[in-house]
């Protein structure tokens, strides 16, 4: 049996809800008794067997089983279906088989075809590079045959062979004098005959010759003027194509002139726009220079104009404050003279009247005494004022001072500084391009040692050159010479062309520069070197000619009689 806990499934009847006073008293203490520790009442689980539990399960869960077997019987097919093809590619009498078979077979045909063109390519590869070396070493030998010593020593084997050949004609001659001198008369007519025959046939035969190198000549002649014509049309050919190549040279220099007269045109245009530019910053910036001296000298004339003022304004205010106070005593000196006559002459009587006078003069005196008094104050004052005015400008004046010295000083730092900046910019590039400098001497004297030691290899590959190829030539004529001794040739000739040493000269070999035998200057008239004896005559003209001691400084500068 299996125990169901909280499965949702149709019970037949009238389904049961809780109650409401259940469901206010669900947040209190866990019941006890028959309740799980979840607060599940167990009178109202509902007990299934295995089967059942299993019915309800499969029902429950009947399509995703369904799905998982589809996919477990979709897989299970696709792995049928991969080891069947896995097992038929063996099987021959199938398509596939047969398909292989012969996939496999042509494979194995193109590699054997593959093996043999290389096979074939090889063997090729081979015959053509032995080809190449023997035209290699034919081009060599015949390259070798041209060279001088060679074609001299040919020459010297030629002369050999002719003179052999000449001695085979004279022993022939004398053995046919012979011949005649001890044959009979009718043996002597046969022999006078076939000689007469013999004689005819060598004339006929110079005679074809002659008419063998007549036609050749005349052909050679037609070929010379066919020539000459050819080169006649083709020197009128260049004539023309050079005088149109001229035409078009000409109209090139005349649009190369253009151009340049258009370039220079542009240059002067934009020389003169660039003076123009600079003419009128020059104006421009004397215009400144000037407003600013007439602006500085109106502040000049300004400040002396204001001096002068403040100094004439003080010294009027002194004068007249002098002539007040002199104008003042003459007043006072004329009144009390005044007074004392009016008072000699009126002093009986005139009570009254004095005392009228003396207040009237009291109160002109108070008030001439205040109205003085309030100059005297309005005097102070503007002096006090001139002078703080004074006192102001001399401030500003000194702090516009102060301000220039400050901007003078900050503009020497700077240019102080900025010097500094480029003394050692100057300094950073003098340094590098000594650096550049040094660098490419060393590199110009590392690539001539470079040379040096090329030339020094060259030189040294050269002679070794030299004396493989003095031993080959060694070899060559001593294996011809022994050949023509056994042949019974007179071998003088090869051994005379045979002598160690390039160049053909007459003078003495030189081992160490490559075993080289110069020619010298000293010649006839025709050109041929002149031999290296000294002659009985050679010595007696030297010695008329010499002067003894004194004549060893001439040099014979390589020239041997």
Known sequence: MATVQNVNFVQYGRRKGK???????????PPTGLYLPNGT????????????????????????????????????????????????????????????????????????????????????AQYLAECRKKAIEAAKTKQYYKTDRVRGFHSA????????????????????????????????KRIQQELDKELAEAKELEALKAKERKLTQSYQVDQWKKRNKEGEREKEADMKEGERMRHLHKLYEMEKEKLKLLKKATQQETKKTYNRCVENKNI????????????????????????????????????????????????????????EEFEARTREGVDYIQQDADARQAKREGDKIKKRNDMIK????????????????????????????????????????????????????????????????NERAEVERQDRLFDVEGDEMMLEQVKKEEQQYHNYTTVVIEDAKCRGRNIYPLVKAARAGFGGGHGPVFVDKGVVRPSYMTADRDGKEMPNINGVSTTEIKGLTDGGEAGGAKKRLGFVW
């Open 41 to 124: 009442d167990l009178r109202q689980v509902t007990v299934l067997r295995r089967d059942e539990y299993n019915r309800i399960h499969d029902g429950i869960h009947a399509k995703q089983r369904a799905k998982e077997q589809a996919l477990q019987e979709k897989l299970e097919k696709q792995r049928y279906h991969a080891e069947a093809k896995e097992f038929i590619k063996t099987w021959p009498n199938t398509i596939l088989g047969e398909r292989q078979m012969r996939l496999n077979a042509k494979k194995l045909r193109e590699e054997a075809e593959e093996q043999e063109r290389q096979r074939i390519d090889l063997e090729e």
């Open 157 to 188: 084997l030629l002369l050999t062979e002719v003179l052999k050949e000449r001695e085979h004609q004279v022993e022939l001659n004398k053995a046919k004098k012979e011949r005649v001198k001890e044959a009979s008369p009718e043996e002597r």
């Open 378 to 441: 309005a005097i102070g004052e503007h002096r006090v004022k001139t002078l703080g005015d004074m006192e102001e400008m001399s401030k500003e004046e000194k702090k516009t001072d102060r301000e220039s010295l400050r901007r003078r000083i900050e503009l020497d730092l700077a240019t102080r500084n900025e010097e500094a900046v480029r003394m050692k910019e100057r300094y950073r590039r003098s340094k590098h391009i000594q650096k550049f400098r040094i660098s490419q001497i």
């Open 284 to 339: 421009f910036r004397a215009l400144d220079k000037e407003r600013e001296e007439e602006e500085n000298e109106e502040i000049q004339i300004f400040a002396e104009s204001k001096r002068k003022l403040n100094k004439m304004r003080h010294d009027r205010e002194l004068k007249i404050k002098k002539d007040r106070e002199v104008k003042q005593d003459k007043m006072a000196a004329h009144v009390q003279h005044f007074y």
């Open 19 to 29: 109650e409401k006073e259940e469901e206010k008293h669900s947040h209190k203490e």
